[in-house]
């Protein structure tokens, strides 16, 4: 019996574990590593210049987070940004056809949650501050554009970055609305529809998830024990019987 509990025990702490998120504050944004973007998307451009193994085309079907690759069977995930890891990054620019071809990320999320428009911001996008280019980063969604509010700049392993943030409220959104399309990330764009300098993303993070009701731990941690201690009645009982 001391086994069966210490085991039920054993696993109720590990759930717990599992269940930790990974807090972060940087530059006094605080914000979930766990809730970067999962899924990055070459949805326009692309990357063709440098190491033939490095380059990236635009997914068939920028809306489908399991694309893989474009119309010439190039791979077309923007994996440099997927997960947390400011070590890596794209840059968004217009790759010499500013009104064929600009660069665009679609970005996704897949914690098993539903973004949602909570209270001020509700995405941040880290941005390496590598060039002389003006920073700045809009946000597309259901084909409305918000520029994103310079929040901080930060310094991370000797490297200085951006962090915007953009709220879904500016789009229009109520309070608590689920977002189910597409994030688009680009570098902003004037009336003529040039960029105006070219971004180097990092990472997408979400920061409003709607909320899913959990059992509290406790209660679920006995509910367990006992009942895998029924188990073990049960099977006794049987076997005298």
Do not use: H
């Amino acid at each position: 019996m001391k086994s069966i509990l210490a085991s039920a025990l054993g696993l109720a702490i590990a759930f717990a574990a599992s269940a930790n998120a990974a807090p972060m504050t940087l530059g006094g944004v605080s914000f979930d590593t766990d809730n970067a973007a999962s899924t990055v998307l070459w949805a326009q451009g692309g990357v063709f210049a440098g190491n033939i193994n490095n380059r990236r085309e635009a997914c068939i079907d920028p809306t489908d987070p399991n694309s893989t690759v474009g119309a010439n069977g190039v791979e077309c995930r923007a994996l440099e940004v997927v997960g947390f890891d400011l070590d890596t990054d794209v840059e968004l620019d217009e790759n010499n056809t500013v009104l064929q071809d600009p660069d665009v990320l679609a970005a996704f999320f897949d914690n098993g949650k539903t973004l949602i428009n909570g209270v001020g911001n509700d995405v941040i996008v880290f941005e390496t501050l590598d060039q002389d280019d003006p920073p700045a980063t809009t946000l597309v969604l259901n084909g409305q554009q918000i520029i994103g509010t310079k929040l901080s700049v930060v310094e991370v392993d000797g490297k200085d970055y951006t962090i915007w943030g953009f709220d879904f409220g500016d789009l229009g959104y109520a309070l608590n609305a689920a977002i189910s399309a597409p994030l688009y990330i680009q570098t902003s764009r004037d009336d003529e529809d040039t960029p105006v300098g070219s971004s180097d993303i990092a990472a997408i993070v979400g920061l409003s998830f709607e909320e899913i009701p959990d059992v509290p731990l406790p209660a679920a941690a006995w509910l367990f024990v006992a009942g895998v201690a029924g188990f073990g009645f049960a099977g006794r009982k049987k076997k005298t019987a």
